[in-house]
């Protein structure tokens, strides 16, 4: 029976939600050479596959946070995500901006919430960290106790895992880079000698050619 992460990866790669390119990288907006890219917006043109998310995502909150109150969406990628997360555990929900409007209330949580409250934050994709811990802050800014964040597929970068730790902020995934990895392999979707190239990057993005 292949597990959870295995499930997910399986979906990811046959939707093509994930593309692997080792031999011609694809460039990131932050000018990195990636073997590899994600886009986890596509898993909700396919109901299956939007459907397993869901019902992961909500199988792990309701085991790892049961005194959940509100399910959050970071924006843009996780908005879609967290609503049907939310709707499967019949609770509230809101999202993060990046910034705050700039009209109107420039609001930066969207939706109805009360100081105190205690959050879980969904996101699509881990990379470094960055912009989820934002919404993270943000929400702890508004008086919110985040009890922790779920992602549907983190990279497995030592400086994310180094964000969360210094933010005090739990992190679980469903899939991550070293189960699309093997199974990638063997399906194949990438070639055995290829594998060295794509465990490269995750060592150091930054520099990868």
Request: hydrophobic residues 40%; aromatic residues 10%; glycine residues 6%.
């Amino acid at each position: 029976m292949s597990t959870v992460a295995e499930s997910v990866a399986q979906h990811l790669l046959d939707i093509k939600a994930i593309k692997l390119s080792p031999s011609e990288p694809f460039t990131w907006a932050s000018g990195w050479k990636s073997p590899i890219y994600c886009d986890n917006r596509k898993t909700l043109s396919y109901p299956k596959v939007r459907d397993y998310i869901k019902e992961q995502f909500a199988a792990a909150i309701k085991e790892k946070y049961p005194e959940v109150e509100v399910i959050a969406g970071v924006a843009t990628g996780a908005i879609a995500q967290g609503v049907l997360v939310a709707q499967e555990l019949d609770l509230p929900f809101i999202y993060i901006r990046s910034s705050a409007k700039n009209h109107g209330l420039e609001n930066l949580i969207e939706g109805a919430y009360t100081p105190g409250q205690k959050v879980v934050v969904i996101e699509d994709l881990i990379s470094t960290g960055g912009s989820s811990l934002q919404a993270v802050e943000a929400l702890r800014n508004a008086g919110c106790e985040v009890l922790g964040m779920l992602a549907i597929f983190t990279y497995g970068f030592q400086k994310a895992v180094d964000n969360f730790t210094a933010a005090n902020c739990q992190v679980d995934t469903l899939s991550n880079y070293n189960a699309m990895i093997d199974l990638a392999v063997k399906e194949g979707y990438v070639k055995p000698e290829e594998v060295e190239k794509l465990k490269a990057w995750r060592v150091s993005p930054e520099t990868y050619k």
